[in-house]
């Protein structure tokens, strides 16, 4: 028996598959931009934005002095406690925080922990290391003003989907190296973690909806020619840690049918050998973003839950 869509997906994903796109070349970043980002934005917009969730615009001074958008997100009425970093996915290539505003708020809405989503700068206008030391300068600041915004400093989680969840898993290790800020918890959905992936498992191919050429453009990207190589640091590609000493507890999912699928399970694996309480997921007939593509779905309906679960135990 070999693998297949969740026939609730496969429904939800029928439209994109007769539509006959043609998916860009490897290497071509600015026609995945084109492609994705007004997809991503349709499904964002595709369920209705809270009423009960505000937004303030703030800004972090990075390392090299850069002003990093930052924007907040609190339910009325919130009452102190903790608050999530939330970083969006796209491969570091593309996407940018108006796109998820629809997301981040639901979560606020539904668990009443706000949330600081941040717009670090994308590859390969700014490869490794300043998307990271962009969210970086996001912790401190978040930290920093953690007072003044109703937070604890000592429950601050960080949170992020596909790059997003490779970035959060990033911040927790440099963090560490630096001896803070805190985070208290990682939520990583479907991470993006090991540049090293390039085999295409023929179980996965035919259904991938980010693809191997899609890993193969990003990657490169924003590693350049270490990508796949030696040399990458473990802040750049968290698969490649060897100690997870330390590391605060995680929440990890993932689909069966996501690239990200091996690379993910074997990082829940060494985070447990490393100590670190771990909650992971397997969603079976699922790619990667389902959740984005088929909100409705009894899985994506079931994966909110538990997202929301966490949030409220930070």
Known sequence: MSLTFDPEIAAALAPMA????????????????????????????????????????????????????????????????????????GGYIFGHIDLFDGPVSRYVSASGVPMLSVEYRRAPEHPYPTPLED?????????????????????????????????????????????????ARQILLMPMLDDRTRTPDPHIAPYALW????????????????????????????????????????????GQIDVFRDEDLAYATKLSRGGVPVEFHLHPGVPHEFDSIAFESDVARRAFADRVRVLKSI
């Open 18 to 89: 007769e539509s006959g796109v043609t998916p860009p070349a490897v290497g071509d970043i600015a026609g995945r931009r084109a492609m994705w980002e007004p997809i991503i934005g349709a499904a964002s917009a595709a369920q209705p934005i809270p009423a009960d969730v505000a937004t303030s615009e703030h800004y972090a001074t990075a390392q090299d002095g850069a002003q990093i958008k930052l924007r907040w997100y609190v339910k009325d009425a919130a009452t102190p406690g903790p608050a999530v970093l939330f970083f969006h996915g």
């Open 211 to 254: 693809s191997y050429d899609d890993s193969a453009t990003a990657w490169p990207a924003l590693l350049g020619e270490a990508a796949g190589g030696p040399d990458v640091p473990v802040t750049a590609a968290p698969a490649r840690l060897e100690d997870a000493t330390g590391l605060p507890p995680a929440y990890i999912e993932v």
């Open 135 to 183: 969210a970086y300068a996001a912790l401190r600041w978040l930290n920093e003003h953690a007072s003044e915004l109703g937070v604890d400093p000592e429950r601050v989680g960080v949170m992020g989907d596909s790059a997003g969840g490779g970035m959060a898993a990033a911040l927790t290790i440099l963090a560490r190296e630096r001896g803070g800020p805190k985070i």
